[in-house]
């Protein structure tokens, strides 16, 4: 069974090291803005939500795609082949979750699951994030994630509203 | 630049106007970042008879070097200024996201003069900054004031800075939160932006941190991170975090209780680690931490990140309250409101012994629940004549009712929760801060003799001047096991140019003496060396250091030798020839 990249709000910090981390990796600079994953924070809930991609089975941003730029690896992974991309947007909107964003030139960056040995991981120290082939309770976790999908709204926007949600059913 | 962002934010707000400088790159060799580097803009600033909350008065603001980088517990941001509440140079420090947050934005640092005519708040939006109308935030608490400056923002996940109705009313202890429960906590850094009518700072930024060699900057972040951070010495933050030290003070018999009378509660189990464990929600961490050390708790509507071991023992065993719930909304109504949960717990406990003691009624008593709360809300909006009385902290207190005997301070800054006569180091530190009694300049309460005044001189100049350049980089006090040869090497990668530990070593000292010569200019001198009445007279009760004093006769030992060590006069005044080692011969202070 492959592994998938799992995320557990109820375990996060809200230190950022995965983000920092991810922007290290993809960017060359600490750069949390352009992370592939970022993290949305509820101080005053000591609340805190990994907002990733869940590499879709059916991936909005990859039918979005008019070109054929989005695609599939064969190890399941979602990816962006920028030759080929004609900078639209479409995959943006398209991706409930808000992971999908443009970069200077527009085109999209998301998580490429960094070839299998996931940056991010490595470096949460709360084990809010885990690489693994997962179990019954890891794919409740995806699955309560995955529920919430706005179909409006900026990436930020969207990823906002999802963590919201999820500190509701934790916090009340 | 690599770790730098080189540039300042400059905003003065009589003038209403923000512009930008270069980073002075010649202090940022000198003083390297947020503590020093703020220092030493600061005393560039102002003269040292400065009133703290006239206009003529500076803030500085000084994010480190390392900051926003993977290196872990280097996020934190230092503020300097000169204290309302102790007329000294003052530095506060907070953790958190915003410090990486305004170099993301592009900014090392933010000077801030002047005064604004009507209550505003400062918006950083990346290189968009400008000064906003605040008056539809005041007399709220911090927790709105941050949601409301966020909403400003117009984006979800902006970093703020917030005063609350203490600051906005300019209480000497008042404090600048961030992120609901963390602060520039203590001499009164909410009054300096009360003073100045500034409400906030919030602050979004979409930059990043550069490093000269990003492959060998995180294998070395990495190797320090597991061989020297996650190890045993420090783990406590990860597991526990602060309130471990309520067994540990304890058990030394330095833990005080009931106003500083005894160094042992015992009732301790109510506010120890197994308790706040136990209403544990979850753990939180500044920004790149992986030790997580705040305890976010709930016991039943009340929740908070924290209480930590301070406000565990000035709001808990000190004010003879042994009831997790009530200190949790101790905790939070100072959170809010904006005062210091030290300084605030330490003027309660006071006027509870004056009022037991038969000095004066405020209605407050050790172990009283009700009125211990009300009174909060009392102090930050002076809404009643105890309120007053205890806005101006316990030194005034003390004074006004002629109890000087019982109040618990050094150069009017309300004492950490350690008792000095169970542990003569901590009195030696207390004595000898910049900044009044501090527990974050020197911690020798693990020193196998704990009386051993020679002994503990020594480990305390060395403390000091290592958290100097510390703080400097913006470290946070748990990573205890650092030291400057690690410090040099994460700068010398990271900048791409070699950075030795002797350089910082010698910066963490010219930084205290810089201090020292700014109090000696507002005219603080070696009398103002000293510990409170009661530490030096009144026999310590309850534990194992029963009946101990901190007398008269060993603190001038400790001084006369503390001076020695340090080459300062028999007066405390550096020598010439300190100074021009330090390169200090040359200032105009
Ligand atoms: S980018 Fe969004 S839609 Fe595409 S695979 Fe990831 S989560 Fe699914
Ligand atoms: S797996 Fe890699 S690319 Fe994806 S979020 Fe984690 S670090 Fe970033
Ligand atoms: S590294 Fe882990 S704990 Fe820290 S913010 Fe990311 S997911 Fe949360």
Redesign the interface.
Known sequence: MKKELFANP??C?????CT??C??KK????????ARLRV??F?????SVPNICFQCPKANCLEACPTTAMFRDGSGVVRVNRDLCSGCGSCVSACPYGMVEQDAKGIPYKCDLCEGDPVCVK?C??EALVHATGDAALFQLKAAQMKTRPQSGTP??KR?KIAETLKRSS?G | MNLYMGKMLVVDLSAKTVTTEPLRADWAREYWGAWGLALRYYTDAVSPEVDPLAPENVVVLMTAPLCGTLVPLASRMCLVSKSPHTGTIFESNVGGSFGPELKYAGYDGIIIKGRAEAPVFLKIDDDLVTIECAEHMTGQGIFETEKLMEAAMGAHGAKTLAIGPAAENMISYSMIGSESYRQFGRGGTGALFGSKNLKGVVCRGTGGVAVADMAKFLERTDHYTRNDLLCDDNLWAKTDGTPILVEVTNEMGIHPTRNYTKGFNGRKETLNSDAIQAAKLGNRACASCPMACGKFTRVNSAEIEGPEYETLCLGGSNCEIHDLEAVIRFNRLCDDLGLDTMTCGSTISLAMEMTENGVHNFNLRFGQVDEYLKVVYEIATLSTERGRDLAKGAKHLADKYGATDLSMEVKGLEMPAYEPRGNFGMGIAYATSERGACHLRAFPIFATDPHDIDALVTEVVNAQNANSIKWSLGFCDFWGTINTSIEADLMSTGLGEPVSAEELDQAGERIWNLSRLFNLATGFTAADDTLPKKIMERPLEAGPHEGRVFSRADLSRALQSYYELRDWSARGIPSSRKLATLGLDKTTL
């Open positions: 109820d375990l910090t809200g230190c950022n090291r920092i981390a922007s290290a960017e060359g600079v600490f750069q949390p803005s352009k949305t924070n101080p005053l809930r000591g609340y470096e120290h709360a930020l926007e906002h916090r």
